[in-house]
């Protein structure tokens, strides 16, 4: 028997791996999609390693770089305008002071391309060849245009550049998103700024045989490589600690102390720092972070193609193998375990070693997937049962209370619960007539058919069948499930059943005419009854009022009528005649109600202007200017035809009104004294 459980056991298990293995195909398929596919490649970088760089935070630059800033407060010094180019003498008086300072390569992030004044030119010419370690900057300007595609090549004036060490290539690659992650060491022929000042200081050429883009390994925020202003790099000894450029890469260009937009100043752009608070970084910085790169023997390592498949794979094999043995909820814990693995293997790694591993796609799409892709399996090899039991109660209960029941079982007991909802009692004008000229299977069937109508209608705008009681339908909706347009949805409902019934009879239902009462407001839901049998219900005094509304249809022979209470909670898209304040039976306070006649923009069965000429005729009435309303509602009735309930319930009421005197009193509310 030991040995058939231990086998069984296995069988046990190898059919769970092989479940495991097919379930990671999808969530291991979608990640690879998801991170190969075009559109959505450039989300590792756009937000995994940008989120990477700020979680990792600043880190120390090293000492061998250092930024001179041609800056506002250089110009403000110098007593220079801002507005003109910085003179040449300027920059030659720099690079000779460099060099007197110990700075083994100087490089510029400027374009040296037009000649300007002679004798400042000749004296920069004199101070690169003196020198013999700057790097001037050029470049390839480019214009793309639907008619035609230039591109022109800029270098320094010859002199300038016969005299430089090198020119090198100022240019940086930007990403899809406009972000600089990436830098080319060589483009085509030419050094970058930064790998020229490398070659210049070290004499070491290895990397001109690399290819392609590397990742730059950034430092932190703007100015974090040591920055000093060109007015205090002109007079080191003043403003600068002693031996402040020795033995330094010296990188010269724009550099004020923020950039907020690109847009701010030229030559800033975005790096993975960027954002918030933090400006953007100017290009000479960057240029400085990408030498110092090469000084430290850095760069942001991205996984091989192969390598990430495999990862990606392995992940969703393991995730696929934990959540198959896990219940939903215990595997929601899990998945959040293995989303904090990710971006902590993630964080280790780009900390520890500048390898970039996918976060993004595992955190967001690939865990989840696969999570997802079990609870189906889930709900396919054990909810089934379940199912069963749905499928026993569907013939009793909405769809609604079945769901709520099969979610929480302990709910089938005593009680309930106050909730804010809306009510809906419907019944049949003139059904009795209707139904002596019937026999007994003759009226059984019209009710089928038009209590089917009735109930789809509910369960379409997602409301909950309280009961039937006799031709009456008496409907909720705003519980079990929360439902916030509650008011909405049950005058959706209501109009749906008005309108049900304007078909021509036909069958086993004859013309039949349904009447609507609506109200919003406190009630009391749940499993109501004895401990022998209980039902699902809804009681209180918005229940009552409900039914009240419905039976003031038959006195103003309407069709569908609301409270103001629930109009107040629709999103007014409906719609309405206001009928005045009533107060009906068993109620002290009065209410104003509405006679629901479509939704906006669909037309109704009111004349031009009725419903404006309805409600000043109220106003005239509730002023007891009696003479004037019967004007008004006299006029309504003309403008729909001769025939109007609400306009004739008013001149009746009017007429009777004038009978006897007024209480002194008497505020405009209409009472009615039956049900």
């Known amino acids: 028997m030991a040995l058939d459980e231990r086998t069984a056991a296995r069988a046990h298990a190898r059919g769970t791996v092989r479940v495991a293995l097919a379930l990671a195909l999808?969530?291991?398929?979608?990640?690879?999609?998801?991170?190969w596919w075009p559109p959505t490649a450039g989300l590792e970088q756009r937000y995994g390693l940008?989120?990477?760089?700020?979680?990792?935070?600043?880190?120390?630059?090293?000492?061998?770089?250092?930024?001179?800033?041609?800056?506002?407060?250089?110009?403000?010094?110098r007593g220079l305008d801002p507005l003109e180019p910085l003179p040449r003498?300027?920059?030659?008086?720099?690079?000779?002071?460099?060099?007197?300072?110990?700075?083994?390569?100087?490089?510029?992030?400027?374009?040296?391309?037009?000649?300007?004044?002679?004798?400042?030119?000749?004296?920069?010419?004199?101070?690169?060849?003196?020198?013999?370690?700057?790097?001037?900057?050029?470049?390839?300007?480019?214009?793309?245009?639907?008619?035609?595609?230039?591109?022109?090549?800029?270098?320094?004036?010859?002199?300038?550049?016969?005299?430089?060490?090198?020119?090198?290539?100022?240019?940086?690659?930007?990403?899809?998103?406009?972000?600089?992650?990436?830098?080319?060491?060589?483009?085509?022929?030419?050094?970058?700024?930064?790998?020229?000042a490398y070659e210049v200081a070290t004499g070491d050429r290895s990397f001109r045989s690399e290819s392609g883009t590397r990742g730059i390994d950034y430092y932190g925020p703007p100015r974090t490589i040591q920055t000093v202003s060109l007015y205090q790099a002109l007079d080191p000894a003043q403003y600068l600690p002693a031996g402040f450029f020795r033995d330094k890469l010296v990188f010269v260009g724009a550099s004020q102390v923020a950039a907020v937009h690109a847009a701010d100043v030229k030559d800033s752009f975005p790096t993975p720092f960027s954002g918030g608070a933090v400006g953007f970084t100017y290009g000479v910085e960057i240029h400085a972070s990408i030498a110092a790169n090469l000084l430290e023997g850095r760069r942001v390592e991205i996984l091989p193609v192969t390598l990430e498949a495999a990862l990606l794979l392995g992940l969703a094999l393991l995730a696929s193998w934990c959540f198959v043995y896990l219940r939903p909820l215990v595997g929601v814990a899990v998945l959040v375990a293995l989303e904090l693995g990710v971006?902590?293997?993630?964080?280790?790694?780009?900390?520890?070693?500048?390898?970039?591993?996918?976060?993004?796609?595992?955190?967001?799409?690939?865990?989840?997937?696969?999570?997802?892709?079990?609870?189906?399996?889930?709900?396919?090899?054990?909810?089934?049962?379940?199912?069963?039991?749905?499928?026993?109660?569907?013939?009793?209960?909405?769809?609604?209370?079945?769901?709520?029941?099969?979610?929480?079982?302990?709910?089938?007991?005593?009680?309930?619960?106050?909730?804010?909802?809306?009510?809906?009692?419907?019944?049949?004008?003139?059904?009795?007539?209707?139904?002596?000229?019937?026999?007994?299977?003759?009226?059984?069937?019209m009710l089928n058919e038009y209590f089917s109508g009735i109930t789809q209608?509910?369960?379409?705008?997602?409301?909950?069948?309280?009961?039937?009681?006799?031709?009456?339908?008496?409907?909720?909706?705003?519980?079990?499930?929360?439902?916030?347009?509650?008011?909405?949805?049950?005058?959706?409902?209501?109009?749906?059943?008005?309108?049900?019934?304007?078909?021509?009879?036909?069958?086993?239902?004859p013309q039949l005419v349904t009447r609507i009462g609506v109200h919003t407001g406190s009630m009391l839901v749940g499993n109501l009854g004895s401990s022998q049998r209980f039902d699902y219900t809804a009681i209180g005094d918005t229940i009552n009022l409900a039914a009240r509304l419905e039976a003031t249809n038959k006195f103003l022979g309407?069709?569908?009528?609301?409270?103001?209470?629930?109009?107040?909670?629709?999103?007014?898209?409906?719609?309405?005649?206001?009928?005045?304040?009533?107060r009906v039976v068993?109620?002290?306070?009065?209410?104003?109600?509405?006679?629901?006649?479509?939704?906006?923009?669909?037309?109704?069965?009111?004349?031009?202007?009725?419903?404006?000429?309805?409600?000043?005729?109220?106003?005239?009435f509730a002023a007891r200017r009696f003479d004037v309303a019967v004007v008004g509602f006299e006029a309504v009735r003309a403008a729909c035809g001769g025939a109007d309930g609400p306009s004739d319930f008013y001149l009746a009421t009017i007429e009777r009104l004038r009978r006897a005197p007024l209480p002194p009193d008497w505020d405009g509310v209409v009472v009615l004294e039956f049900k």
Not at 26 to 35: H, K, Q
Not at 54 to 66: F, T
Not at 387 to 413: C, G, N, Q, T, W
Not at 465 to 475: C, E, M, P, S, T
């Open 343 to 445: 971006w902590t293997a993630g964080y280790a790694a780009f900390s520890r070693a500048q390898l970039a591993l996918p976060v993004v796609v595992p955190s967001l799409v690939l865990l989840p997937a696969a999570y997802v892709t079990s609870l189906i399996w889930y709900y396919l090899t054990t909810v089934r049962e379940r199912e069963k039991i749905r499928r026993a109660f569907s013939f009793y209960l909405s769809p609604e209370m079945i769901r709520k029941i099969a979610e929480d079982p302990d709910s089938l007991s005593l009680g309930g619960e106050e909730i804010v909802g809306t009510a809906v009692f419907t019944d049949i004008r003139g059904f009795t007539s209707i139904a002596e000229g019937m026999g007994a299977r003759e009226t059984a069937s």
């Open 26 to 35: 999808v969530p291991g398929l979608l990640g690879l999609a998801v991170a």
């Open 586 to 620: 068993g109620r002290a306070e009065p209410v104003a109600i509405h006679e629901l006649l479509g939704a906006k923009g669909e037309a109704t069965h009111l004349g031009p202007g009725a419903i404006e000429r309805f409600e000043g005729a109220l106003l005239e």
């Open 457 to 509: 209608t509910i369960f379409d705008t997602g409301g909950t069948l309280i009961k039937y009681i006799g031709d009456a339908v008496f409907a909720i909706w705003g519980a079990p499930l929360r439902m916030p347009d509650h008011a909405t949805q049950a005058c959706r409902a209501a109009l749906a059943m008005a309108r049900l019934q304007q078909a021509p009879g036909g069958g086993a239902v």
């Open 558 to 582: 309407t069709r569908a009528v609301v409270s103001g209470e629930t109009l107040t909670e629709t999103d007014g898209s409906f719609v309405v005649r206001p009928l005045g304040r009533f």
């Open 50 to 77: 940008d989120f990477l760089f700020k979680l990792r935070g600043r880190r120390p630059a090293p000492q061998g770089v250092a930024v001179v800033a041609i800056d506002d407060a250089s110009y403000i010094e």
């Open 89 to 196: 003498e300027l920059h030659g008086e720099l690079v000779r002071v460099l060099k007197r300072e110990g700075a083994r390569a100087v490089a510029f992030d400027f374009l040296f391309d037009m000649p300007r004044d002679p004798a400042q030119d000749a004296q920069f010419e004199l101070a690169l060849f003196e020198a013999g370690n700057v790097v001037l900057g050029a470049t390839v300007e480019r214009i793309d245009d639907p008619r035609f595609r230039q591109a022109r090549i800029v270098d320094p004036i010859p002199p300038l550049a016969g005299a430089a060490a090198a020119v090198a290539e100022v240019e940086l690659p930007l990403d899809d998103d406009g972000v600089i992650r990436e830098m080319w060491l060589v483009l085509g022929d030419r050094p970058s700024l930064a790998l020229a």
